[in-house]
Every structure is written in structure tokens, then in C-alpha cells.
């Protein structure tokens, strides 16, 4: 049985404790955010940067994003909801600013086409390699009797050849 040496086991346990306090630490900075810092965030992740491409508002940090998250924090403290604001910047940016494609009309069919790719391209595999299989197995079953027969022949001749 092999013993860690006590220094590395000591930098161990002192990696693990950091770890543990600063997984604590992240739990009490998030429990200690008001009620509508968390719903800010919570919207800011539906909402798209009306500039980037495909990147959400809480990581950008462009200043029409910086104005945005202002709104937003202004809008909620005036007792807005969240889907007022979602659809007050969708008025004004479009639809493109969602996060999120809404699932109805033409976004069903997308996705049902996404869906439908998937089962077709999975049924078109399953039975490529079905007709794989079904050329690779012999047409004649082996260990027949004639197979036998032949293998005893064959055994008899190279014995008279040898003797």
C-alpha cells in the first residue's frame, strides 16, 4: 500500500477547503441579491444584444447593452413585469432580440422539421446498415455434410500423397 506523502496531502485538503469556501461564498453573494436584480438577470438572459450576433445581454457588454440593463432595473422598479419589458424591447428591436424562438406558427414548422431531419436521417442509417448485414451473411450454411465429405476426401488424398 503506497502513503501519500504529508505535504501533498495537506495542499490537498487545503484545495478542498478553499473550494468549499468559495463555493459558500458564491451561494451568499446570490442569496443576498434583491428580488429584482434577480428578475433583472432572469430577463436579461430572454434578451438578445440588438448589435452582436446571438449573443445574450448579460455577457455583452456593449453600451446599448449597459442602456438596456438600465431599463430594465428602471422598468422593474416602476412595477413592470417581465413580460411587459420582454415585449417592450421586442417592439422595439423586433423579434430577433428573444433569446428564445416563441414555439407557434412557422417556428412549430422549423422545429418540426428539425425534428423530422433527425428520424429521417436516423431511419435512413438503421436501414443502410440492415442491408449491410443482410449482404454479409454466406448464401450457403457452413458445416454441411458435404462440406464434410469434401474436407475428409481432401484429408484422405494428402495422406496417400504423403505415405
Not at 10 to 34: D, H, K, N, R, Y
Not at 52 to 67: F, G, P, Q
Not at 70 to 93: C, K, P, S, W
Amino acid at each position: 500500500m503506497s502513503r501519500m506523502p504529508r505535504p501533498f496531502a495537506l495542499a490537498a485538503v487545503g484545495v478542498l477547503a478553499l473550494a468549499a469556501g468559495l463555493l459558500t461564498s458564491i451561494q451568499q453573494a446570490s442569496a443576498q441579491l434583491p428580488p429584482t436584480e434577480e428578475q433583472a438577470i432572469a430577463i436579461e438572459r430572454q434578451l438578445l444584444c440588438p448589435q452582436c450576433t446571438n449573443k445574450r445581454l448579460d455577457v455583452c457588454e456593449l453600451a446599448i447593452c449597459r442602456d438596456m440593463k438600465q431599463i430594465i432595473r428602471e422598468r422593474l422598479a416602476a412595477g413592470a413585469t417581465a413580460d411587459d419589458i420582454i415585449l417592450f424591447f421586442e417592439v422595439r428591436y423586433g423579434p430577433q432580440v428573444r433569446a428564445e424562438l416563441p414555439r407557434e406558427g412557422f417556428n412549430l414548422w422549423l422545429f418540426g422539421w428539425v425534428g423530422g431531419a433527425i428520424v429521417a436521417v436516423g431511419a435512413a442509417g438503421a436501414w443502410f446498415l440492415l442491408s449491410l448485414r443482410r449482404r454479409a451473411r454466406p448464401a450457403i450454411p457452413s458445416g454441411t455434410p458435404t462440406d464434410d465429405a469434401w474436407l475428409d476426401e481432401e484429408l484422405r488424398a494428402a495422406d496417400e500423397r504423403d505415405a
